[in-house]
């Protein structure tokens, strides 16, 4: 089997235009959304390029149906910093946040940063958090050994990109492979950069011999073939 998933961070307003980019391509995603900056009265600057307003929720309830939400933290804080205490509290009120909003139990998370340590996931752990994905990217199509831990392929703007979508496509492996593409949509600044990932869409989709998942899909799938 071979499985093709994306992971985007941070519920801004870009992610109204990528998601209609996923759906025309019939590609699917999971977004970990920070729950205590659902509204639009908060918003950032990227770099010196663009402002970064986040999305609200009463005005976009149903944005990412069809797709995964999971946990990003409350406030997105570097979680290795914080006492244990303040760790759990920015896991828990956003997963239960999330879980009232969008209706279905969180699961998954991604690293704010993409830090952590040892008793961040102990945290994860005791809040029911199954995988959380890091910013390390492997260039390789392996399944993670620890979920918690979970190192994606690579990030939508990397260089290798179409190289790596190229030779994932055309491999001819037995074995079950996972294209695993990250990013967060405010990092397409440019109609050029739009055009860029709607052309990375369109070259990996229709194809018959992928599915096409979610994160918590294609753990479902893995933990399911652990038990075979």
Same mark, same amino acid.
């Given at each position: ?9 941070? +519920? ?9 980019? =996923? ?20 918003? /950032? ?6 402002? #970064?307003?986040?999305? +609200? ?11 995964? #939400?999971?946990? @990003?933290?409350?406030?997105?804080? @570097? ?15 956003? %997963? %239960?946040?999330? &879980?009232?909003?969008?209706? !279905? ?10 830090? !952590? +340590? ?20 492997? @260039? ?5 050994? &620890?979920?918690?831990? /979970? ?17 994932? =496509? ?11 593409? /990250?990013? @967060?949509?405010?990092?397409? #600044? ?21 599915? !096409?998942?979610?994160?918590? &899909? ?11």
């Amino acid at each position: 089997m071979k499985f093709i998933t994306f992971s985007f961070d941070d +519920n801004v307003v870009d992610d109204i235009r990528l998601v209609e980019i =996923l759906n025309k391509y019939g590609l699917k995603g999971t977004f970990n959304l920070n729950s205590g900056t659902l509204s639009r009265i908060s918003s /950032w600057r990227y770099g010196d390029v663009k402002d #970064v307003t986040y999305i +609200n929720y009463c005005e976009q309830p149903n944005l990412y149906d069809g797709h995964e #939400v999971a946990c @990003h933290t409350y406030r997105h804080p @570097h979680l290795e910093k914080l006492d244990r205490g303040t760790a759990d509290n920015e896991v828990r009120l956003d %997963k %239960k946040i999330l &879980e009232c909003l969008y209706g !279905y139990q969180i699961r998954g998370m991604a690293y704010p940063y993409g830090t !952590y +340590n040892d008793e961040v996931l102990e945290v994860l752990r005791d809040n029911g958090i199954e995988y959380s994905r890091t910013v390390k990217s492997t @260039h390789r199509f392996g399944f993670p050994e &620890e979920p918690l831990l /979970w190192n994606p392929t690579c990030h939508f703007r990397d260089a290798e990109v179409m190289k790596l979508a190229e030779k994932f =496509l055309n491999s001819e492996s037995e074995e079950d492979m996972l294209l695993y593409i /990250w990013g @967060h949509s405010y990092e397409m #600044v440019t109609e050029e950069d739009w055009k860029a990932f709607e052309e990375l869409c369109a070259y990996i989709s229709g194809r018959e011999d992928i599915r !096409y998942c979610t994160n918590i &899909e294609v753990l479902d799938y893995m933990s399911g073939k652990n038990h075979e």
